[in-house]
């Protein structure tokens, strides 16, 4: 079982900024990719990137050019830096893990964009 603690989440002006940070623990050598989510209310979990054990990346079309995720392995944690935020960004963004035994998923950090 793997463990995963968000933090990171508030209130930002559009345009702004905000880094989320994501540490698991538990069974963490078997964790090949972490990522992140995000559901507004009244709508779908969406994917907005992921990354492997080595670095590899992928994002939502929606966030590229404006979102960044890392991993720092020996912390066992994984970041998202949120840069040129816009309302539509709000939502409760998720952190998962993914190993040979499925998904593993945070409890959420809320993420308001507004003026």
């Known amino acids: 079982q793997v463990q995963l603690v968000e933090s990171g989440g508030g209130l930002v002006q559009p345009g702004g900024s905000l880094r989320l940070s994501c540490a698991a623990s538990?069974?963490?050598?078997?964790?090949?990719?972490m990522g992140w989510y995000r559901q507004a209310p009244g709508k779908q979990r969406d994917l907005v990137a992921t990354?492997?054990?080595?670095?590899?990346?992928n994002y939502a079309d929606s966030v590229k050019g404006r979102f960044t995720i890392s991993r720092d392995n020996g912390k066992n944690t994984v970041y998202l830096q949120m840069n040129s935020l816009k309302p539509e960004d709000t939502a409760v963004y998720y952190c998962?893990?993914?190993?040979?035994?499925?998904?593993?998923w945070g409890q959420g950090t809320q993420v308001n964009v507004s003026s």
């Open positions: 538990g069974t963490v050598l078997s964790i090949y990719v």
């Open positions: 990354i492997t054990y080595n670095g590899m990346t």
């Open positions: 998962t893990a993914t190993g040979v035994t499925g998904n593993s």
